[in-house]
């Protein structure tokens, strides 16, 4: 397991941008993390190194957002589902495994319905405002 502190958001955005380096076609990252943890921050970092120009919003209420840069990201939100019944009910396979990199906020409720090389970042806010990011099951370069 990789861990790191961030103790602002321009610092979260900075580790996404060196994750999103590091992503190849097919990648999925289960996003985890309470309220406002900071699992859209970066993915900011992350579509920026994947060179998107769009500005990234959380998928809460659209469930999944697509952009297009370098290869597509999509940007998934479970949060209003019930589970990984409906997860597979929104004809999300195509993009599981598809040519781009998924990454799904709140992948809690649905990890029974993702492949086992699924990359897990688990964002957890600090006390004093940083935040502890714990990446696991990373197969891809070492992040520097």
């Known amino acids: 397991m990789l861990e790191f502190t ?3 958001s321009e610092e979260t955005i900075e580790l996404g941008f060196k994750i999103g380096q590091k ?3 097919g990648n999925i990252i ?3 993390g ?3 943890a900071g699992k859209t921050t970066i993915t900011k970092g992350i579509a920026k190194a994947l060179e998107i120009t769009d500005t990234i919003t959380s998928p809460t209420f659209c ?3 697509e952009y297009y840069g370098k290869m597509p990201l999509y940007h998934m939100d479970v949060y209003r589902l019930e589970g990984s019944e409906d997860f597979e009910n929104l004809g999300t396979e ?3 495994y598809g040519d781009g990199v998924c990454i799904i906020e709140w992948s ?3 990890m029974d319905s993702l492949p086992k090389e699924t990359i897990i970042i688990n964002i957890q806010p600090q006390d004093d405002g940083s935040r502890k990011i714990q990446i696991s099951n990373w197969n891809n ?3 520097n």
């Open 6 to 8: 961030t103790k602002t």
């Open 23 to 25: 992503l190849k076609k």
């Open 30 to 32: 289960a996003m985890q």
């Open 34 to 36: 309470t309220l406002a």
């Open 63 to 65: 469930l999944i957002s």
């Open 94 to 96: 195509d993009m599981l």
């Open 108 to 110: 809690e409720k649905i």
């Open 141 to 143: 370069d070492p992040i």
